[in-house]
């Protein structure tokens, strides 16, 4: 699934799983790349829409998806919790299950201690 955004006056082809975090303002998509930068999805565009063709992505709320790579950690306890990713802190909705969260927190923290593993025996070239 590819999107023609709109950012910074100008036109450019984004693939949809690039994108760090979906965000639905008003009648608007944004879309929220892993440095930070925001584009305008086109009109017609619905997160219910992009969370079937991404199974990749988690919903944190009415208004918002996350991508599962990009999920850092959990804030708070109870029914008062914010989802940290690398583009920032969403609010989860009280009735949306944290687990898959805590989940994709723990397989990305797992992931980076591999990779971080690997750089450093590269570094003294082992292998």
């Known amino acids: 699934m590819q999107f023609k955004c709109y950012g910074n006056r100008t036109r450019t082809v984004v693939d949809a799983a690039a994108f760090a975090a979906f965000r639905a303002e008003d009648k608007y998509v944004i879309g929220v790349l892993p440095d930070g930068a925001e584009l305008m999805l086109p009109d017609g565009v619905t997160l219910k829409a992009i969370e079937q063709a991404l199974p990749t992505v988690l919903r944190a709320n009415r208004g918002t998806l996350i991508a599962r790579q990009h999920v ?37 923290a797992r992931r980076q201690r591999e990779l971080a593993g690997s750089a450093t025996r590269s570094a003294y070239g082992c292998h």
């Open 72 to 108: 850092t950690g959990l804030i708070g306890s109870g029914q008062h919790r914010n989802v940290c990713t690398i583009v920032g802190e969403y609010q989860l909705a009280r009735r949306q299950r944290h687990e898959p969260f805590a989940q994709a927190c723990a397989e990305n």
